[in-house]
Every structure is written in structure tokens, then in C-alpha cells.
């Protein structure tokens, strides 16, 4: 029973590392085949949809590396900005988040 000032809490879900490593290991391939694909055209002046494409691709080929960076680190989890806790359900969603909800929306803004 829960005395009378408690607020009933919610155990946040347990992450399972070892799913989320094997995850960004699939994204990161699957996103090195589209640039590799996308290299012959990815000019601007050839295929400007091309290069913006290869751009932002290698933009989260990057995060997804440095997510796994954080997973060999023990950091994976923390907020890069406030060193905060970042939301299992975010991870689940986005597993190369580098920041918790809070920063986000400060980086956003």
C-alpha cells in the first residue's frame, strides 16, 4: 500500500543492449548501402536530391556510430547535452538519440 503523499510510479522498461546493439548495426548498413548507391550521382550540379540524400544519410551514419560509441563507452542511455537519463521509449524509437526530450526541444527551438 502506498502511504498517503506517494504518487504511484512506473518502472521505465529495461533496456535490452545487446537488441539495440545489433539494431543500430543493421541501420548503420542499410544506411552505408544508400550512400554507396547514391556516390555515382550525389553531386549538386548532377542530382541535387542525390546529394542532399547522401548528405543527411552520412549525417546519421555518424550518430548511429557514435550511439555505438556510447554503447562500448557505458554512456549509451545518458544525454550528451545535460548528462541526463534519455526515456527508454525514446531509445526504443530512436536508438542513436544523443539527448534527452528536454535538450531536444532546446536544440529544436
Same mark, same amino acid.
Given at each position: 500500500? /502506498? $502511504?498517503? @503523499?506517494?504518487? &504511484? #510510479? /512506473?518502472?521505465?522498461?529495461? /533496456? +535490452? ?12 548498413? =542499410?544506411?552505408? !548501402?544508400?550512400?554507396?548507391? /547514391?556516390? &555515382?550521382?550525389?553531386? &549538386? @550540379?548532377? +542530382?541535387?536530391?542525390?546529394?542532399? #540524400?547522401?548528405? $543527411? #544519410?552520412? =549525417? ?14 557505458? #554512456?549509451?542511455?545518458?544525454?550528451? =547535452? ?24 532546446? !536544440?529544436?527551438?
Amino acid at each position: 500500500m /502506498l $502511504a498517503d @503523499n506517494a504518487a &504511484p #510510479t /512506473l518502472a521505465e522498461p529495461q /533496456l +535490452d543492449l545487446d537488441e539495440i546493439r545489433r539494431a543500430l548495426d543493421t541501420e548503420l548498413q =542499410r544506411r552505408e !548501402v544508400i550512400v554507396e548507391e /547514391l556516390a &555515382p550521382r550525389a553531386i &549538386p @550540379n548532377v +542530382d541535387p536530391v542525390a546529394y542532399m #540524400t547522401a548528405a $543527411a #544519410t552520412r =549525417r546519421e551514419i555518424d550518430q548511429i556510430r557514435s550511439a555505438l560509441g556510447r554503447l562500448e563507452a557505458g #554512456t549509451f542511455g545518458s544525454c550528451t =547535452r545535460c548528462g541526463g537519463a534519455i526515456a527508454a521509449g525514446r531509445l526504443e524509437v530512436l536508438p542513436h538519440a544523443e539527448t534527452c526530450i528536454d535538450c531536444q526541444s532546446h !536544440v529544436e527551438s
